[in-house]
């Protein structure tokens, strides 16, 4: 599996396996899935409410803990740093292992400087090793890495070869912080736009691929990390098979001109999420 390398010197897979809406019930199978497979990634969250099958499948898989990049996310409910604190140490016991190897905010509200001083304080104690955040667009990016002691590792944003990113980009190599793509073939309604889009088709045609292979494999050549999702095994091996054929120059141009929607299709700055939110989670 190949690897990029985060600004303290973690190398961190450049692909790896979501686990978002996996019910809880099927969580321990598909992660088992994925790892017999070849990932050695897993990305979930405390929201998903399935971190307890990650750790009982990655217990099962007789795999040292070590080959596995493992990947949790602070909820908005827990923001704040006393009650981001005890919910690491929550996500911690629910895993079954006393360190993840990337911990994220999953959204940008509530109280993030508070919910930061807890993770570097995890990141500190070895409890993490890296830190980073999750949907944080371009304005609140900044205003938050600007201020924070540890800067931001990685950003896990909504990207595809619809949704390119390609506003934020150079503001994150300001930074030295990584993309990490959640929805990377597609989702928020986007998914037949990668399965049946037919540049992608056609380029994988060329290749030897699918249109998903061709759609992974271009965010892997442009250095973003992504987390593909499937409760289907021939899908998992699919996924990742990518790392075997080469997108051309010429290929390359031919999907920046699919970026529709670069920023996102969710727009985090709206108070009417944010209300929903609220609303949703009784905040």
Not at 21 to 27: C, Y
Not at 120 to 144: C, H, L, M, P, T
Request: hydrophobic residues 40%.
């Amino acid at each position: 599996m190949d690897t990029i390398r985060l600004y303290n010197g973690v190398e961190m897979p450049v692909l790896g396996y979501g686990v978002f809406l996996i019910p809880p019930a099927e969580t321990e199978r598909c992660v088992l899935d994925a790892l017999s497979v070849g990932y050695r990634m897993i990305d979930t969250a405390q929201a998903y409410q399935n971190e307890e099958g990650v750790g009982a499948a990655i217990a099962k898989s007789g795999i040292s803990r070590n080959e596995i990049f493992l990947v949790t996310k602070v909820w908005l409910t827990n923001g704040g740093e006393a009650k981001a604190s005890a919910s690491i140490d929550a996500s911690l016991g629910r895993l079954g292992t006393d360190y993840v190897d990337l911990l994220l905010i999953h959204q940008a509200y509530n109280d993030v400087f508070g919910t930061w001083r807890a993770l570097e304080a995890a990141y500190r104690s070895g409890k993490a090793r890296a830190i980073g955040v999750s949907n944080f667009q371009a304005g609140r990016f900044f205003d938050f890495a600007h201020f924070v002691d540890t800067k931001p590792m990685v950003n896990q944003l909504q990207c595809n070869t619809s949704v390119q990113q390609k506003g934020i980009k150079p503001l994150l190599d300001e930074f030295d912080c990584r993309m990490m793509a959640w929805a990377p073939l597609g989702g928020e309604g986007g998914m037949e736009d990668v399965i049946k889009n037919p540049v992608l088709e056609a380029i994988g045609k060329r290749h030897g691929k699918t249109a998903p292979q061709v759609a992974l494999r271009w965010l892997n050549q442009n250095g973003i990390v992504a987390i593909p999702k499937s409760t289907h095994r021939q899908r998992m091996e699919q996924n990742l098979d990518i790392f075997d054929f080469e997108l051309t120059p010429d290929d390359l141009a031919a999907i920046d001109s699919l970026n529709i929607h670069d920023t996102g299709t969710r727009n985090y700055g709206d108070p009417n999420f944010l209300k929903f939110i609220i609303n949703r989670f009784n905040l």
